[in-house]
């Protein structure tokens, strides 16, 4: 049987060229910003990769071509990233819930919910459980 010749799918959030510590400066909420400067720095650390704007809200670290394995399409999204949203912080790991379920339930306060995690604030939560989620996320993917 043949395999599926894969293809670009083409999607509305790409990487762009506007500056990162420019649009957390732009952040309104003190205690957001200030978690956002904190996450840009832990996520970078983490990643070993430099933080670039993903569409006009979303900070993504590194660059991947993710394959669907069922449609055979292609994306191009980054490893790990965050966005200061108005109701939270939103962590996008690429990450399998089930399997990491125990680090994430000892997150501290938190939701999930389509392999996002939805902070409050960085003071709600375990910073070196975050670390350790982080870096079982970039594992998985690389």
Known sequence: M???KS???EI???QTSQSVEGFINTVKEDQKRTDSFVLLELMKKESGEDAKMWGTSIIG????RYKSPTSGREVDWFLI???????????YLMINHKEHEDAI???GKHK???????INKLEDID????KGIINASLKQIK
């Open 2 to 4: 043949a395999e599926k």
């Open 12 to 14: 509305k959030t790409k």
């Open 61 to 64: 670290f590194g660059n991947k």
């Open 127 to 130: 910073l070196n459980n975050l």
């Open 112 to 118: 999930t919910d389509g392999g996002c995690i939805y």
């Open 7 to 9: 293809k670009l799918a």
């Open 81 to 91: 990233g965050f966005s200061p949203r108005k109701a939270n912080l939103t962590l």
């Open 105 to 107: 339930k000892r997150l």
